[in-house]
């Protein structure tokens, strides 16, 4: 077990800190709220007071975030980052806030978000968007109607034709994240669904079914990082951050070399060398599953299995916990648990919580009934635009 992070000849840090606001269906507060229930939160699991932090993360809301989330919380932080890379910005984020901390620039920081997304659409105070814009390189696809999710249904086709993966294989992703879904009380889908539900269901961009594509739910999360001399001082053994890696690569299709590789198979060999450790090592995975076959290829990217084998890499519920493979998204994952837009932070709620033992939904063990030592959370950002990925461990 290693036990050094990532930042050599600096302080180590761990996450001291992780909860959930409110999640799922969240018609009464707004963004900000939601910002400071999970915030509270985390710090009253940390054990910290509020004065201890001197560093804010945060992306998605204000004119000037983070400037105006930390009005909003009442702090006034010494190290801020507004790092924007879609659903991998948290996992980037981490990375900052871990080298900022081994570097001694903070001491305490606080990574925070909160979403109404799918409260503002039913409220009618926004209405979805097709593109993300139409300036700069984006002009030369947004005209064309080339939406988020065809960007996500053409890579997975593409991977299809390639490797022969199949849309079974692709539904098995969702079936399986339900299943995990199933154990989680705060999940917000929990019935059981088919492969053959999934298939079934109305097309939203082929190859993608409605089951294979993320819930649109409110919620927020937060997570606490510090350096190893306040570790004593906090309520609940530390979970160390041990490698990050950060990797972007395109942002028009046209740019992407290889619609079957990801950048987390820059970011995921990153964090594994900076940790120490290899992709065999690890005992659970929290993996940023906006589509289902966001899943699929980012396990052969962060080396689970070889290119090409994802597809039979997901069959037989070996992504379930307690189905004898490699438990991926085990609180239900974007696809069933919870999506509020920029979902990254929540995967590395879910790993601290897992490592910790007290996982909301079903506990991941190992055979000898101990818990798992390590484990993993990659984000991806835009479609394939970029990844975040952290290592993290106990003891």
Not at 45 to 67: E, F, H, K
Not at 235 to 256: C, D, F, N, R
Not at 296 to 310: Q, S
Request: aromatic share 6%.
């Amino acid at each position: 077990m290693p036990t050094t992070s990532r930042n050599r000849g600096g302080r180590r840090v761990a996450v001291v800190g992780a909860a959930l606001s409110d999640s799922g269906r969240v018609d009464e507060a707004t963004p900000y709220a939601l910002h400071a229930q999970a915030a509270r939160r985390a710090l009253a699991d940390s054990g910290l007071d509020r004065s201890a932090i001197d560093g804010l993360a945060s992306a998605g809301l204000g004119t000037l975030a983070p400037v105006e989330v930390a009005e909003y919380l009442g702090l006034r932080p010494r190290w801020v980052d507004s790092t924007a890379v879609g659903g991998a910005t948290w996992e980037v984020m981490a990375a900052h806030a871990a080298d900022a901390i081994a570097a001694g620039h903070a001491d305490v920081v606080l990574l925070v978000y909160g979403s109404t997304a799918r409260a503002d659409i039913k409220a009618r105070r926004r209405t979805s968007n097709l593109s993300f814009g139409a300036r700069g390189p984006l002009q030369f696809e947004a005209p064309y109607g080339h939406t988020l999710v065809a960007k996500y249904a053409m890579a997975a086709r593409r991977h299809m034709h390639e490797y022969g993966t199949t849309l079974e294989q692709l539904a098995e992703v969702a079936v399986q994240a339900r299943a995990n879904a199933a154990h989680n009380p705060e999940a917000m889908f929990r019935e059981p669904i088919t492969v053959d539900e999934v298939l079934a269901g109305p097309m939203i961009a082929d190859p993608f079914t409605k089951l294979h594509c993320c819930i649109r739910s409110d919620g927020g999360c937060a997570v606490l990082l510090a350096a190893e001399d306040r570790v004593p001082d906090t309520a609940k053994a530390p979970v160390w951050i041990l490698g990050t890696g950060e990797h972007v690569s395109h942002t028009t299709m046209s740019e992407w070399e290889d619609f079957t590789v990801s950048p987390a198979a820059v970011s995921g060999r990153l964090a594994f060398e900076r940790a120490g450790v290899r992709p065999e090592d690890i005992e659970l995975a929290q993996i940023y599953d906006a589509f289902t076959y966001m899943t699929l290829v980012k396990l052969e990217d962060l080396g689970f299995c070889a290119k090409g084998e994802g597809g039979a890499f997901v069959e037989k519920g070996r992504l379930t916990v307690g189905g004898g493979g490699l438990p991926v998204n085990t609180d239900g994952g974007g696809l069933s648990a919870c999506h509020p837009g920029m979902r990254g932070l929540f995967l590395l709620v879910e790993a601290v919580r897992q490592l910790r033992g007290e996982a909301t939904g079903a506990q991941v063990r190992r055979p000898d009934g101990s818990l798992p030592e390590l484990a993993v959370a990659s984000g991806t950002g835009g479609w394939f635009c970029s990844s975040g990925t952290v290592v993290l461990g106990r003891g």
